[in-house]
Each structure stands twice: as structure tokens, then as C-alpha cells.
């Protein structure tokens, strides 16, 4: 059962209390931005759906956020959602951690246009190369998916969708920021009876600023980046090319002497799909992955001193099944892995192979206004054996446009190759389970007006945690670790011809149930907000993001650690866009407005005030 303190059931009270006052007529006024209902994804069921079929808390980013935020990477985006921690080792390019309602760093699945890009090594997807400029939208599902996508699963998935051909037109953007910050952009879509190509790229170059507390040299950041999506018909069957591909530098400090590491991060894959009866369509996705870091410094703990490197090539072949049988949505398929990991780091060297194959099947109904939704998986690896997982969901439509939700899901991780191989390595691992519950309530008031409100209990066995022993006094992993999530999310959208508001407030309890204690890096409560205002042929914006306090660890100078607590802090950024008229565009965005110090990790430096100005030329 998920039990809620005398504080959180007034604030759900509160919500619901809120939502249900709202009167029940729909207006049928227009709004030029669009309401989340308008959103179609395909993340939470693996094939198209309305976001107001969904019995899943989700959320979209959309193209107008990605254009409005001159963001230098993706997690900025996701920083501004309710229940995500972000954390970046420093300023721009260095690596990000994304703790999503609770969970670890690497809990959460990160897709691109559908291909999985966390690496096998640590886990953790290097979205701090993915470029906004290349994304068409980003959608994030919460909780337990193992179900649909395999290990990893824990905290959701993320599924950032590249731009995709829509009709013939052009852009470019050139701008300058803070830290000598370079960005060039281009973007081209074709479309006609043949078919469709979309093409983008992104230059951007920073001097960025010290990684570490007390330094005084600039680590900077390197990123070129192109995306291309081709599509096309050939006697009824739809074909899809995806590409994707990122490659630069990143400098950084370890343990106070410069560095730097050369990455390349790139997704390839074939889509073919089609209908075999009226009532059964196919889908077949063969894909490629590739994550490469190489370090330039030479590593002398090495037998045979080398640069550092972490590399993974993945395979992936997956197909997927919809079919219609009288009320039933019927989603079916299977996936395979083959995975490869190689890596040198701090003189621990691996070379390993492993494979995975999940096979799927949803079902999703209505009756009157009752929905039903049922998931089950199994997945079999190579080295951890099989592992069944379930998602069940139901939900019931009080009144037009209201809808309760209870669900019920698991998950698993299993260890990736670092996590057994590599620096404090153990081989006898086993698998993180989680088991999860929650219930939701969601309510659209009229066309500009939607709120929602969810509460969740998720816990988390043999949880791999690094720790420090007697008999391994340099650190080992362990399955030590009990973990339980409880949390409430609120969500409130409102949108007009000439305004936009969006407020998320979120409050969780990553607690370690074998200590009481918190986890680390992780917050309380977290919330955000955004206000977009269209005064003729300008907008304006803010956007702020508030977090309670963290706790972490630093050590001391014989390098045993010590817990500290990070102070909670406010961040607020503003924006402009001024359309100039023939295509022309002028934006400008003030960072960290308020020039607030603040940390994400200890000892880490965080951006400070900055700014970004940029000129967009469109042709349509």
C-alpha cells in the first residue's frame, strides 16, 4: 500500500479538491499552443497514441520548448520536469547524471528515435551530447517499463525523437554566449510523392569555465552533430532510415591536472513496416549503436600505460505487432540485444560480449468509461538468466474529461559490464528489482486548462551501491542496498492565444530502507515553472527551478569519505524571441538571472549569470 503523511494528503487533498471544483462543459475556444491532450506519442505503448488514451503519467517536450531554450544539451530541458534531478559534473559537455523520480543515475532508459543509448559500461546515456537543434520532441514516461523494453527500465524512459521530413523548408541559427560559446546551426526537410528526407547539424564550441571549486582554468567543449531521417514507400511497405551522430572533445580535471577525452556517440537504424490484414500491422527495426570516450592522457596504474577508453557497440533487432481484435489494442514483439563493451580505466581492463532477448505483449481496452492496460515481458540474459516483469494498469473516466488511474508494475537492471568488471568490479552481482505502485488523477478543465496529480511507492532490491570495507578498503559494489521511493507529482498547464503557464511541483522520499537515510544527490521536493507571454511579434519567457537540499559525499585528505548536505536553491532564466519578419528571427536568454551560487555535487562548480543571443532564419 502507498501510505501518505498527514503533509502529503493535504497536498494531494488540495489537488484533487482543485481539479474537481473546475466545471465539467469543455470550451471549444482554440488555443494556438497545444494542450498535452493534442500530443500523439509512442513511447508508453511502443505505437502511437494520444496522450489522453494513456493510463501513465507522461510528459512531452515539444519543439517550441527546444527552440525557445538556446540549451547547449538536452538535460537542461529535463532539469525543468517535476521528479528529475539533474546533475552535471561541472559546466558544458561534462558527463550529467539524471536521477528520475528517485532512482539512479542509470535506472532510466534513454532512446534515440527509438534506439537504446546507454552505454554498457556505466550505464549512464552521455545525454549531455545530445543537441536540442537535432529533436523534433522528447517524450518522458515514469516508472517500472521493463515490460516493454527490458533491463533498465526502473525510473521510466526517455525517447528523444529527431527531426522528422513535414513539408519543404530551411532553417539556420548562429549564436554567441557566455564562456565564448559558438553555436551554428542548419536544418533542411524535403518532402514530395517519392518521399521525405530531414537533415539537421549543430557546431557548437565553449571555453566553459572551471570543473572544480577553487580552479582557475576554463575546461572546455567541442560537439559536432547531424541527424537525418529519410522515408519512403515501396509496394506498401513504409521504409525509415534514422541517423544520428555526435563527435567532439570535452576537457575536464582529474584530480586537479587537466585533460580531456574525445567522444563519438552515433545511432543508425532501418525501419520497415506495413499492414498484413485489415487488423494487423508489422513493424521490423534493425539498429546500431555506438558510444566511444578515449581519453588523451596516458594511464599509468595501465600494465601497459595507455590512454583510457570506454567503448560499446550494441546491435539491436526488434519487431513489433499491433493488432486489432474487437475493443482490444494487442502490441506484441520481441527484441534482441548483442552487446560489446571494451574498456581501460584506472589500469582495470575488460573485454565482454552479452546478449538479451525480451519478448512483449500488451493489451489495452475500454468498456464504457472503464481502461484497461496489461503488459507482461520476459527477458532472458545471457549471463543473469530470465526475468519476468508486468505493468497493469486500469482507469475510469468520472466525468468528461476526468479520468482516476491505478497502476501496478516491476522492473529490472541488470549489472552492466563496468559494474562487474571494471574499478571496484564485483562478478557476483545480481540483478536490481524494483516493484511499483501508483495512483493518478487527471483532469482536463477546458481547452486552455489541464491539471494532474499522481502518487507512487516504488522499491528497489539489491541495490548496487559502491562501498568502502576492510577487506576492499579502495572501494568495491555491492547488492547491499534496499530502497523505497515514495512521491507525489503535481502538474498544472494552461494555454491562451497569447500565453502559456506550466507549474510542476514534485515530493519524494528516496529513502535507503536499511538505513533511514537519504540517497544521495537526490532532493526532497523539486518544482518548475514557465510563463510565455506573445505581445505581438515578440514573447517573452520565464523560467524558474527550485530544489530542496541534497545530501553527498566529499572526502577528506586521505581520501575517506564524509557526508555533507547541499543547500536547496532557486534558478530562474529568462527569454525573448523577436520576429523580425521574412523568416528572421531574434532570441535572447539570460541564465541563472538572479546569479545565485548553488551546487549539484560537492565541490563542483555550477553555471553562474550568463546569456546566449542568436539569429534564426526560416524559409517555408
Not at 520548448?65 to 537542461?76: G, H, M, T
Not at 534513454?110 to 556505466?122: C, E, S
Not at 569555465?209 to 560537439?223: C, E, I, K, Q, W
Not at 535572447?588 to 555550477?606: Q, R, V
Request: proline share 4%; hydrophobic share 35%.
Amino acid at each position: 500500500m502507498i501510505r501518505l503523511t498527514t503533509r502529503r494528503l493535504s497536498a494531494v487533498s488540495t489537488c484533487i479538491a482543485y481539479i474537481l471544483s473546475a466545471p465539467d462543459a469543455l470550451s471549444t475556444e482554440s488555443a494556438d499552443w497545444p494542450r498535452l491532450d493534442d500530443y500523439v506519442v509512442v513511447t508508453a505503448t511502443r505505437e502511437p497514441e494520444p496522450v489522453s488514451n494513456l493510463l501513465v503519467p507522461i510528459a512531452v517536450i515539444d519543439r517550441d520548448d527546444l527552440d525557445r531554450s538556446l540549451a547547449v544539451d538536452v538535460s537542461q530541458l529535463l532539469s525543468q520536469q517535476p521528479g528529475i534531478d539533474i546533475t552535471p559534473y561541472g559546466g558544458p559537455g561534462q558527463t550529467v547524471s539524471v536521477f528520475m523520480r528517485g532512482t539512479n543515475s542509470n535506472h532510466t532508459i534513454f532512446l534515440v528515435d527509438g534506439i537504446r543509448i546507454n552505454p554498457g559500461t556505466i550505464g549512464v546515456a552521455a545525454i549531455q551530447n545530445v543537441a536540442p537543434d537535432l529533436v523534433d520532441h522528447i517524450e518522458i514516461v515514469k516508472g517500472p517499463r521493463s515490460a516493454l523494453y527490458g533491463t533498465d527500465a526502473i525510473g521510466g524512459v526517455v525517447n528523444i525523437l529527431t527531426r522528422i521530413p513535414t513539408a519543404n523548408s530551411a532553417s539556420a541559427l548562429v549564436g554567441y554566449g557566455t564562456f565564448n560559446t559558438r553555436e551554428a546551426t542548419g536544418h533542411l526537410d524535403m518532402k514530395g510523392a517519392a518521399g521525405s528526407l530531414s537533415f539537421a547539424t549543430r557546431w557548437l564550441e565553449s571555453d566553459g569555465f572551471p570543473v572544480f571549486a577553487g580552479d582557475t582554468l576554463d575546461r572546455g567543449y567541442r560537439n559536432l552533430s547531424e541527424s537525418l531521417t529519410a522515408r519512403t514507400a515501396i509496394g506498401g511497405i513504409n521504409l525509415t532510415a534514422h541517423a544520428w551522430n555526435a563527435s567532439g572533445n570535452t576537457q575536464y580535471s582529474d584530480f586537479g591536472t587537466p585533460a580531456d577525452e574525445n567522444f563519438k556517440n552515433s545511432i543508425g537504424a532501418l525501419e520497415a513496416s506495413g499492414a498484413v490484414t485489415k487488423q494487423w500491422t508489422t513493424l521490423l527495426r534493425v539498429g546500431r549503436m555506438q558510444d566511444d570516450l578515449r581519453q588523451t592522457a596516458i594511464d599509468l596504474y595501465a600494465e601497459t600505460p595507455s590512454p583510457d577508453y570506454e567503448t560499446t557497440n550494441r546491435t539491436t533487432l526488434d519487431w513489433q505487432n499491433s493488432i486489432r481484435v474487437g475493443e482490444h489494442a494487442i502490441t506484441a514483439g520481441a527484441i534482441w540485444m548483442d552487446e560489446s563493451t571494451r574498456a581501460l580505466v584506472y589500469g582495470t581492463q575488460f573485454d565482454v560480449n552479452t546478449r538479451s532477448t525480451t519478448g512483449f505483449a500488451e493489451d489495452r481496452f475500454t468498456v464504457g468509461r472503464h481502461h484497461f492496460s496489461a503488459a507482461f515481458g520476459t527477458t532472458h540474459h545471457s549471463t543473469f538468466g530470465n526475468h519476468g516483469t508486468y505493468n497493469v494498469d486500469y482507469g475510469f473516466e468520472s466525468s468528461p474529461g476526468v479520468i482516476w488511474t491505478a497502476g501496478a508494475g516491476s522492473a529490472f537492471r541488470a549489472p552492466d559490464s563496468t559494474d562487474r568488471f571494471g574499478y571496484g568490479g564485483n562478478p557476483m552481482l545480481r540483478p536490481e528489482t524494483s516493484r511499483n505502485l501508483e495512483v493518478g488523477l487527471r483532469r482536463r478543465i477546458d481547452e486552455h486548462e489541464e491539471v494532474s496529480v499522481s502518487a507512487f511507492d516504488n522499491r528497489i532490491d539489491n541495490l548496487i551501491v559502491f562501498t568502502y570495507t576492510a577487506d576492499n578498503p579502495y572501494g568495491i559494489n555491492g547488492n547491499i542496498g534496499k530502497t523505497r521511493i515514495r512521491g507525489i507529482e503535481a502538474n498544472w498547464r494552461y494555454t491562451t492565444d497569447a500565453w502559456r503557464a506550466r507549474l510542476g511541483v514534485a515530493h519524494q522520499e528516496p529513502i535507503d530502507r536499511d538505513t533511514g537515510t537519504l540517497l544521495l544527490r537526490r532532493s526532497r521536493w523539486n518544482a518548475n515553472g514557465s510563463l510565455e507571454y506573445m505581445l505581438g511579434h515578440h514573447e517573452l519567457g520565464l523560467d524558474a527551478h527550485t530544489s530542496g537540499a541534497r545530501p553527498d559525499v566529499t572526502y577528506d585528505a586521505n581520501f575517506n569519505p564524509v557526508s555533507v548536505s547541499l543547500g536547496g536553491f532557486t534558478v530562474v532564466a529568462a527569454t525573448w524571441r523577436w520576429s523580425l519578419g521574412h523568416g528572421v528571427t531574434l532570441q535572447a536568454k539570460i541564465d541563472n538571472l538572479l546569479d545565485k551560487h548553488y551546487e549539484y555535487i560537492s565541490g563542483y562548480n555550477t553555471q553562474r549569470r550568463s546569456f546566449v543571443v542568436a539569429v534564426r532564419y526560416a524559409i517555408q
